[in-house]
């Protein structure tokens, strides 16, 4: 009779922990084998719309992730001259366009300009949205439509395409959609995408 | 015999009267004394007076501890109570002078900033007093204003509040408002001779982080949101990295450029502190005015909990990048998740 049940306990907790198990795979983001390594340092992070994430991901590539990406907020064009890899961060913020004197309009212009210089240099383009449902306002989704189909990958964290938005624009596009559970997550998918030098 | 003793009691008993008649008044002896009781690692408690004395005797003056290792390390600088209606914030402070043990450098804890402002409430809709359970008992704190007390203020709200270093010029009654008034003027209105005392103890102490503990509504941009100084933005985005890990979702905002009189602002711009301010949803501060206690969506254990969080990431993130002397350590701070698991009464000394 013990021996019946220690059986039981042992199948199920077996059981258990391989559910477990399957359900911390399913959990992670799923990347497109092709897109592993594709992007090719050197990196640089900037913003689309002022948003105060792009320093929570300025961070997290270069002092957790150790990718050592250039960073400027509102950088121009000629700041990214040789990049391989333009990184930008998806939220309109009204704070941060009244910090750099910017107004949406003339930051979209600058994201615009950036992109262009990008692809001219044959970079490409990431796009990331870490911001949650708090960065998913009118001025941001311009600012997401205007970026998302103009990139090479896009990560969203949880919370940012609840309602499809992102799903949608990436089909549109054809552009490979990854979603993240958390910001930390989203790094994981970022640095798994930089090639490794 | 019994006459001559009688004659002694009652002349000792004048004595005192006259004493206490005639005497100077203690410092902040006009405001209430909150119950607030230092834990193991408090080593002195001041009042804010001794680094601005004219505050001295004020409505404004307020206690300070310091639980000073004895260790070289980092000085922390934790103010509760800049508005005394976000209680999350208070309790928080409240309960690292009461557990809070450091190894190495220095806290420095205000838990009542705005003493004035606690020494009343502004609505007859939220608490007065709030009740905290602890294992030995209830304990009492109050719950008070956003402003300072208009009759401690001294003199009329101007029509409109304008900041001296520029920007929009904001209500009348913001000049009330600590939170707008930094760095405060030495000889100005009561609430700007407050904010200049909290200067001059940032830098007499040389202050390396500071925080200021805040709450919000819960509709509010501001809930759940670290603020920081543009000079230590990457500490904050470092700490909302780790706390996501642990299930604390904060956002991360910059302090405005032109936005003056704001304690992240004005802090790290005029001090060599790392200056940060937390903001938790407070459903007391929503249109429906709440309960600030046992909210189910935002209970205060929450709200304290994600204050002790915020504090301990951000330091965490200081120590991964000081210079070796500069660090700051505990033997013992207040585990948030307990806090948040069985509420703060825990963190309570009896």
């Known amino acids: 009779m013990v021996r019946k049940h220690r059986s039981l306990v042992r199948f199920l907790s077996v059981t258990l922990m391989a559910g477990l198990a399957v359900l911390q795979v399913m959990a992670q983001a799923v990347v497109p084998p092709a897109l592993l390594g594709s992007f090719l340092p050197p990196g640089y992070i900037t913003s689309a719309g002022q948003t105060s994430d792009a320093a929570i991901v300025k961070v997290l590539a270069n002092t957790k992730l150790k990718l050592g990406f250039s960073y400027d907020i509102a950088a121009k064009p000629q700041a990214i001259a040789g990049i ?9 913020s009204n704070k941060g366009l ?4 910017l107004s949406l309009e003339q930051d979209m212009e600058r994201v615009k300009s950036l992109i262009a210089e990008a692809k001219k240099q044959g970079a490409k383009i990431i796009a990331m949205h870490t911001g949650g449902t708090a960065r998913r306002g009118e001025a941001s989704n311009h600012v997401i439509a205007l970026c998302v189909p103009l990139s090479d990958a896009v990560i969203v964290v949880e919370g940012g395409n609840t309602d499809g938005f992102f799903t949608g624009l990436c089909e549109k596009a054809g552009v490979p959609l990854i979603e993240a559970a958390s910001i930390a997550e989203a790094g994981s998918v970022l640095k798994s995408l930089v090639a490794q030098q | 015999m019994r006459r001559r003793f009688i004659r002694a009691l009652l002349g000792f008993f004048l004595w005192c009267v ?3 008649a005639f005497a100077d008044p203690a410092p902040g002896v006009a405001t209430i004394l909150h119950d607030v009781r230092p834990g193991r690692g408090v080593t002195r408690v001041a009042w804010l007076s001794e680094w601005f004395t004219p505050l001295a005797g004020t409505p404004a003056d307020t206690r300070v501890f310091i639980a000073d290792s004895g260790t070289p390390g980092a000085t922390v600088f934790i103010a509760g109570g800049t508005h005394a209606n976000e209680i999350a914030g208070i309790l928080s402070a409240v309960a690292l002078i009461e557990k809070a043990i450091p190894s190495t450098g220095r806290l420095i804890v205000i838990p009542d900033i705005n003493m004035s402002a606690s020494t009343w409430t502004e609505s007859t809709k939220v608490p007065s007093w709030i009740r905290i359970d602890t294992p030995n008992g209830p304990r009492f704190f109050k719950y008070g204003a956003r402003y300072t007390d208009p009759v401690h203020q001294g003199e009329p709200d101007p029509d409109r509040y304008q ?5 929009e010029a904001l209500e009348g009654a913001e000049a009330r408002n600590l939170n707008r008034v930094y760095p405060g003027m030495p000889d100005g209105s009561l609430t700007e001779r407050l904010a200049w005392a909290v200067m001059s103890l940032l830098k007499t102490e040389a202050v390396d982080i500071a925080f200021d503990l805040h709450e919000a509504g819960p509709e509010s941009r501001l809930a759940n949101m670290i603020v920081a100084n543009p000079k230590n933005l990457d500490l904050a985005a470092l700490a909302v990295i780790s706390l996501e890990m642990e299930g604390i979702r904060m956002k ?10 704001l304690s992240h602002r004005e802090w790290g711009d005029e001090t060599k502190a790392s200056a940060f301010l937390i903001e938790t949803p407070n459903p007391a501060q ?10 189910l969506q935002y209970p ?8 002790l969080a915020s504090i301990e990431a951000i330091l965490d993130a200081w120590n991964m990048d000081c210079p070796p002397d500069k660090r700051i350590a505990f033997t013992a701070f207040p585990d948030w998740r307990m806090v948040e698991a069985v509420g703060v009464g825990a963190f309570l000394n009896w």
């Open chain 2, 286 to 295: 929503s249109t429906e005015k709440g309960n600030p206690i046992e909210d």
């Open chain 2, 18 to 20: 006259a004493v206490l």
């Open chain 2, 163 to 167: 900041h001296p270093k520029g920007g």
């Open chain 1, 84 to 92: 391989k890899t333009l990184v930008l961060v998806l939220g309109a």
């Open chain 2, 252 to 261: 991360l905002e910059p302090s405005s450029e032109v936005f003056h009189g």
């Open chain 2, 300 to 307: 205060l254990a929450g709200r304290i909990a994600t204050h």
């Open chain 1, 98 to 101: 009244g910090a750099a004197g």
